[in-house]
């Protein structure tokens, strides 16, 4: 048993505790209204009790690097602000938990897959090492494609065509083991009868600069996003369905790069909603003869507050939706954030965090459920299997491309 | 327009401090309007439960019953029920205002007592009101213990485990509830009380964030539930469904195994905050009056821009039940010297210099003096006995204060209006003759010894010096224990966070430890909020155990467990300067003053019992008033608040002293033929009201007398008269064939009243349970009663202190003789706000 010294030169002190704003971690009134509402609820498992999240940020309002580090709780957290939405003194946990993993003497807990895949995207540009002649040669490979099904010779998934409407922003999946996916939203894309485009020199929306809480990598993988958009003088970037992703570029992102980027940010499943709004996209629920459960990711919800886009969209594009319990702000995370899903060896973690999510989807009642996040989506999946639950697990926006009302040819 | 006379007074609420106001005010020349929503008078207190398990627990609810029974009874005061103000002008002679019942009033002074709303649990969603019917607020656990309801949820269970979570919509920044609401640990430690004293075996854990324990009722009933009720600190934000569903599940940490642990409840409380009433914006625009950033008027004196405007009780600021009177009372004061009113009839405050009536302040140190000021400065001649007059240069040269630093006073004696204080004073013996004696005697601070022997930590008045008058020479590094020897006082805890933030701003590192951190006043929590942002360090324990101190070279060095942190990492804390506030304790010569002034001590030997009947300022005595930390816990601001209090008793003291002839006749009377000289009633008479005239015969002071009966009922020459409730009166007074309830006309009459009573009962109200001995229970019987049943008010609430003792004495005295059981010859408790109880326990007749 080693004495913990309050460290006032502690670093993760200074990066924490913003004086003079409003998150300031040595507020925190330790009224411990946090460690009642942690995703690990009163699971734990063999070398990972899961965070306490009260302790986090009184041993970082203390100055206890080390013992914060040691404590084993960093990396168990999942980054799903639960805590934080109750929080009197609006601590934010996730900036607690990502400036603590950023310390130096943090890095050896940083997963070897998250290590390869922050390298490569930082070289490639894609986490799954896609090289620009692969992607060039996907993307045109499935571009014909799509122009056959569309029955349009106009219809096409471009590539870094300048003067395009939107930007779309894939998950790497789109771009390997789900190409479907990417053919799906282009189908949103043509029906929205605007122009839009893919860009070769970035082609991930994810920034896993994010989870290491490393503000230098969130900047350059942000900047690798924001700086060739910008060039493509594109309207609006338009993110796949990725809960960090959009909280990072919808939200951190002025913070991360220090300016106001040249062009709009906004997600698929709430560019869809406007354009379904405005009447231009038509949906046939019946395609989907059943109601359907939504599940908030953290990232969207709790930390972008966005709430009501997908439940709209997914309104329309099946017989209702089903409000789990609880939901929104109080939504229980799905048990694969903070990092865990990029990490390989989280797999029996995810299913101890993943519990009450299972129980939810069970108690909810349909055998289907959607989300508007691609690791959410993957999680979710899992629970369901793992759980036997025979819940069927979508997005938001790719039902919205199977309910889609399309008149294929050319000038609908 | 033209002036009205008498001035008018609008006042809008009935709660409390509505109704102490119009108290006061209707011994005064003052045509005084209650304007009040709702159909009834009362607020929330008139609805609040009583809490008294086998005592009274001192909250002060079931005051409000005969309060509104007096505001109906009062001549000069007009109720205006299920009314609102349509509109407010004012005009050069005051205001005019419209009613919706078709009225029109002109007034002079508006008193604003707009009370105040409970949060709404259901904007935090995650505690699921509504939707899971085993958690409800203390608001609706009080509607079910009002109504005799609490079996709705935990009739089921044999050991219910209940869970009650504090600072529910409080001390929250994000809600913009800034503030501790003052009340609502209290009030959850009262419920607690009560539920296991109707579920014996109920397990009751409490999750607090700091348990406010402040006051002297607090302190008495914190420390006897402690044993008993699980308190938890860390106040848990969600509750969650069991999977049975029966159960509820709240998440909390398990500190041993390092991890969360879930826990299961029969029924949650939540113990919701005080937020602004309602229709305060409603409130806000017809007075043109401007809220504070939590939605109360902060205001208490007029405000500048609203002269003529005054706002009391939790309109102002969050406040339990006594401390609204209080402030009722203060306003109503304020309005009266403000207007001049005049008393109803002849007072001591007539304008001839010799009828200015005389208070005599009795000390030892600084608390009498600035309360001898105050109370010189409202234009009474003052006499400030024991305690040296203390320089105050923010004050004005007092006019008509006397001192005697040295008085060593020995006796009080006489009553209100009339009293006689002997004192010595350098060899001489003095007399003074006064109408009211102000008790201001100073507590006993006991240094705590960190033991060190010379070395020892030095007391938070040292620390204050130094941090006041030199910040810089200060030690590099500051620690301060909080509750190291036993509850923290709220008047140190506040200063020392002053103190150790001029020590911070002046560059030193300093160091809070505490156990629970007070946060008395609205304002408290910001100031434990600044300390933190200013980068002082707070730290939590759990017990005294848990920090270990040790002599350094240049200080101390200590190892805290620190609370919130994983137990395997002790803090170690180096500082130059160990600060451990003194214990606020009752001073050796209490029992002394107690009994100079024949009171007595509460059970920690402070001044003054907790007979909420004589709180927060008054005795048994009539004019004989406590005033600062020798008789409750208080800080400056109190006081100062308590001296004006008093001062507003004495204003209606004299008003009744002096009411047209000879004080009311108390209907009791010694007979001299018959005494046998024995002085047991001057002895036994809790109200001071026996006075030995120049024939050293004992008799009975109208003015001071309470009509109580209990020296008649203890006379053993039988030489004490009563016209009303004479011994032979009882055999009269029964029916035949009925069961009599002889019920005291304060707590179980008012009670039994609003009960509908069966058939077979018949009611006598009596003045005090005391009346009730043996003989006359017996004498009912006799006359024709099937039975007889005693209520009083329980233990504690008495206002002669112990008339339900007495009565229940007479009762077990009654069942020694043969073939008289309960069946016959019964007792039992009430309080005036709880006829649902008489009901039930009347309806088994
Ligand atoms: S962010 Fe989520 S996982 Fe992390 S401590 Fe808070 S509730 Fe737990
Ligand atoms: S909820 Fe916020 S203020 Fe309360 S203990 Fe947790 S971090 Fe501190
Ligand atoms: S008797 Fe009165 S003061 Fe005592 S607990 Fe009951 S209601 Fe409160
Ligand atoms: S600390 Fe204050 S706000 Fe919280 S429950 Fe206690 S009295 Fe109420
Ligand atoms: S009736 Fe009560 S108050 Fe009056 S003299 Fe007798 S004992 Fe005292």
Redesign the interface.
């Known amino acids: 048993?080693?004495?913990?010294?309050?460290n006032?030169e502690s670093k993760l002190f200074k990066l924490s505790n913003r004086?003079m704003s409003?998150d300031?971690i040595?507020?925190?009134?330790?009224?411990?209204?946090?460690?009642?509402?942690?995703t690990?609820?009163?699971e734990?498992l063999e070398g990972h009790?899961?965070p306490?999240p009260?302790?986090i940020v009184?041993?970082a309002?203390?100055g206890?690097d080390r013992?914060l580090v040691d404590?084993g709780m960093l990396w168990d957290c999942l980054l799903c602000n639960r805590c934080t939405?109750?929080?009197?003194?609006?601590i934010t946990m996730d900036v607690v938990v990502r400036k603590a993993r950023s310390l130096d003497i943090a890095d050896g807990l940083i997963s070897h897959d998250m290590k390869k895949g922050i390298k490569t995207r930082l070289e490639l540009g894609d986490v799954n090492g896609l090289t620009k002649e692969e992607f060039v040669e996907t993307v045109e490979w499935v571009s014909e494609e799509f122009t056959d099904d569309m029955d349009d010779p106009e219809a096409e998934i471009a590539y870094d065509k300048k003067g395009a409407k939107f930007l779309y922003l894939p998950n790497p999946r789109e771009l390997g083991l789900n190409l479907l996916h990417l053919t799906a939203m282009g189908k949103l894309f043509y029906a929205m009868k605007e122009t839009w485009t893919l860009s070769s020199a970035h082609t991930d929306v994810t920034n896993w600069g994010y989870f290491v809480g490393k503000d230098d990598i969130m900047r350059k993988m942000a900047l690798m996003v924001v700086e060739p958009a910008e060039e493509l003088g594109i309207e609006a970037l338009v993110l796949s369905e990725c809960g960090h992703g959009y909280h990072v570029l919808k939200v951190l992102l002025e913070d991360i790069i220090g300016r106001k980027p040249k062009f709009e940010v906004t997600s698929i499943p709430e560019l869809v909603l406007d354009y379904a709004k405005k009447g231009v996209l038509k949906f046939d629920p019946s395609v989907h003869p059943y109601k359907t459960a939504y599940h908030d990711p953290c990232n969207i919800a709790r930390k972008s507050g966005v709430y009501d886009a997908p439940r709209e969209l997914l309104a329309m594009v099946c017989e209702g939706v089903v409000e789990l319990?609880?939901n929104?702000?109080?939504a229980l995370c799905c048990g694969g954030g903070g990092g865990m899903l990029q990490d390989s060896e989280s797999t029996n973690i995810r299913m101890v965090t993943g519990k009450r999510k299972a129980?939810q989807m069970k108690a909810a009642g349909p055998p289907n459920i959607a989300t508007a996040c691609l690791s959410c989506h993957r999680q979710l999946g899992e629970l369901s299997k793992h759980y036997e639950l025979g819940v069927r697990v979508d997005t938001v926006a790719s039902m919205a491309s199977e309910a889609l009302v399309i008149n294929t040819g050319a000038s609908g | 327009m033209t002036e009205t006379h008498p001035p008018g007074v609008l006042i809008i609420g009935g709660g409390v401090a509505g109704m102490a106001a119009a108290r006061l005010l209707s011994g005064f020349e003052a045509a005084v309007h209650i304007v009040e929503k709702q159909e009834r008078l009362g607020g929330h207190a008139g609805r609040w439960a009583c809490m008294a398990t086998d005592a009274c627990l001192q909250c002060g609810a079931c005051l409000s019953m005969e309060m509104a029974d007096h505001a109906i009874a009062a001549d000069r005061v007009t109720l205006h029920l299920g009314t609102r103000i349509l509109k407010i002008h004012r005009n050069e002679n005051g205001f005019a205002v419209d009613l919706d019942n078709g009225l029109s009033l002109l007034v002079k002074k508006i008193i604003a007592a707009t009370g105040f709303s409970p949060f709404d649990a259901t904007r935090?969603?995650?505690y699921?009101i509504g939707e899971f019917p085993n958690v409800i607020t203390t608001a609706e656990l009080n509607d079910r213990l009002k109504g005799e309801r609490s079996d709705d949820i935990l009739g089921k269970h044999p050991a219910p485990e209940i869970a009650f979570i504090q600072?529910v919509g409080s001390?929250?920044?994000?809600?913009g509830a800034?503030y501790c609401s003052q009340v609502c640990c209290k009030i959850s430690m009262r419920h607690a009380s009560k539920l296991l004293h109707l579920y014996p075996e109920a397990k009751i854990t409490i999750?607090y964030?700091d348990l406010q324990v402040i006051g002297k009722e607090v302190r008495d009933f914190y420390d006897r539930l402690s044993g008993s009720v699980e308190l938890v600190?860390?106040?848990?934000?969600?509750i969650?469904?069991d999977?049975q569903g029966e159960k509820l599940g709240?998440?909390?940490?398990d500190r041993g195994?390092?991890?969360?642990?879930?826990r299961r409840f029969d029924m949650a409380v939540l113990s919701v905050g005080m937020r602004p009433a309602e229709a305060m914006e409603e409130t806000a625009g017809l007075l043109d009056l401007s809220p504070n950033s939590w939605g109360f008027f902060n205001t208490s004196g007029a405000p500048p821009h609203a002269p003529d405007i005054h706002v009391a009780g939790c309109a102002r600021t969050p406040g339990d039940i006594l401390s609204s009177m209080q402030d009722g009372r203060l306003v109503a004061s304020r309005v009266i010297r403000d207007l001049e009113l005049a008393p109803v009839s002849n007072d001591l405050h007539g304008d001839s210099e010799k009828n200015v009536p005389a208070v005599a302040v009795l000390g030892d140190g600084p608390q009498a003096s600035r309360v001898a000021r105050l109370v010189a400065a409202d234009g009474y001649r003052a006499w400030l006995l024991g305690a040296p007059l203390q320089a105050d240069p923010a004050a004005d040269e007092p006019v008509g204060l006397s001192v005697e630093p040295n008085a060593d006073v020995y006796e009080v004696s006489g009553t209100a209006g009339n009293f006689t204080v002997g004192y010595t004073a350098g060899g001489r013996r003095e007399r003074l003759f006064c109408a009211a004696v102000i008790a201001a005697f100073e507590p006993h601070h006991a240094g705590i010894d960190a033991g060190f022997g010379s070395e020892k930590a030095v007391s938070s008045e040292v620390f204050s010096a130094m941090a006041k008058e030199n910040p810089e020479n200060l030690p590099d590094s500051v620690a301060i224990i909080f509750d190291y020897a036993g509850h923290e006082n709220k008047a140190l805890a506040r200063t020392a966070l002053e103190d150790a933030l001029r020590a911070k701003v002046a560059g030193k590192?300093v160091?809070v430890i505490a156990r629970k951190m007070l946060v008395h006043k609205a304002d408290g929590q910001r100031l434990?909020?600044r300390v933190?942002?200013e980068?002082i360090?707070?730290l939590?324990y759990e017990d005294a155990s848990g920090i270990n101190i040790e002599k350094t070279a240049d200080g101390f060095g200590l190892?805290v467990a620190?609370?919130?942190?994983?137990t395997?990492?002790?803090?170690?804390?180096e500082c130059g300067l160990l600060v451990i506030p003194p214990q606020v304790m009752a001073s050796p010569d209490f029992p002394d003053k107690a009994r100079l002034l024949r009171q007595r001590l509460d059970r920690e030997g402070f001044l003054q019992s907790p007979n909420v009947r004589h709180r927060l300022t008054r005795s048994t005595r009539r004019g004989v008033f406590f005033a600062g930390s020798g008789h409750d816990e208080t800080d400056v601001d109190d006081l100062r608040a308590e001296t004006e209090d008093i001062l507003a008793h004495i204003r209606a003291l004299s008003v009744k002293m002096s009411a047209a002839g000879p004080p009311a006749d108390p209907g009791v009377a010694i007979n001299e033929r018959m005494c046998a000289k024995c002085l047991t009633c001057y002895r036994i008479c809790p109200h001071g009201a026996i006075v030995l005239n120049d024939k050293m015969m004992p008799q009975i002071d109208p003015a001071a007398c309470f009509s109580c009966h209990l020296c008649m009922a203890n006379c053993p020459a039988h030489a004490i008269d009563s016209e009303a409730f004479a011994n032979n009166a009882f055999a009269e007074m029964a029916k035949k064939d009925k069961t009599v309830l002889f019920a005291c006309e304060r707590s179980a009459y008012l009670a039994a009243e609003e009960a509908s009573l069966p058939e077979a009962v018949q009611m006598v109200s009596i003045p005090c349970a005391c009346r009730m001995n043996v003989d006359v229970m017996l004498k009912a019987l006799l006359g024709g009663a099937s039975r007889v049943i005693v209520a009083g008010c329980h233990d504690g609430n008495c206002r002669s202190m112990d008339g339900a003792r007495e009565a229940a004495l007479g009762v077990r005295q009654a069942h020694r003789i043969p073939g008289m059981d309960e069946s016959r010859v019964s007792f039992f408790s009430a309080a005036a706000n709880e006829a649902s109880r008489i009901r039930r326990i009347l309806s088994k007749t």
């Open positions: 048993m080693e004495n913990a010294v309050i006032k004086l409003d300031n040595s507020e925190c009134l330790t009224c411990g209204a946090c460690n009642s509402r942690c690990w609820f009163d734990q009790r899961g306490l009260r302790q009184r041993m309002a203390m206890m013992g404590s939405e109750v929080c009197p003194m609006d319990s609880p929104r702000e109080d129980e | 935090i969603s995650s699921h600072c001390r929250n920044r994000k809600i800034d999750f964030m600190q860390g106040v848990p934000a969600e969650l469904a999977e709240i998440v909390t940490e195994k390092r991890a969360r642990k879930a590192t160091y434990f909020d933190k942002k980068g360090y707070f939590r190892t620190e609370a919130t942190i994983p395997d990492h002790p803090v170690r804390v």
